[in-house]
Nanobody
Framework: HVQLVESGGGSVQAGGSLRLSCTAS????????MSWYRQASGKEREFVSK???????SYTEAVEGGFTISQNNAKNTSFLQMNSLKPDDTAMYYC????????????????????WGQGTQVTVS
């Protein structure tokens, strides 16, 4: 099955930047929609950003303009560039994929699933 591996979390001062990455593996014939969620201590998990395998993106209002999501479909990797970080951005960030575009023989189909990474901590002070 699909596995997600995250990296790039850490501690940064307010105003700084971090770039998170998430790589999906398990099905070489698939490309993936990739999403980022975050959960701050004592709060509900919230959606941050999503990129579809066709390149279309979406963001939650709180991060639009400061965060940029991108992907490298050849490597099944999503990047979340986080600029102008604020203490309120402190959270555990999770990578998630809920669907892929997979080739089965000569046919391509959309496949629904739900896989999550283990999370990477972002701390802004």
């Amino acid at each position: 099955h699909v596995q997600l591996v995250e990296s790039g979390g850490g501690s940064v001062q307010a105003g700084g930047s971090l770039r998170l990455s998430c790589t999906a593996s398990g099905f070489e014939s698939c490309t993936y929609d990739m999403s980022w969620y975050r959960q701050a201590s004592g709060k509900e998990r919230e959606f941050v950003s999503k990129i579809k395998n066709d390149g279309t993106t979406s963001y939650t209002e709180a991060v639009e303009g400061g965060f940029t999501i991108s992907q490298n479909n050849a490597k099944n990797t999503s990047f979340l560039q986080m600029n102008s970080l604020k203490p309120d951005d402190t959270a555990m960030y999770y990578c998630q994929t809920d669907r892929g575009r997979c080739k089965f023989g000569s046919e391509a189909k959309n496949v629904r699933w739900n896989y999550w990474g283990q999370g990477t901590q972002v701390t802004v002070s």
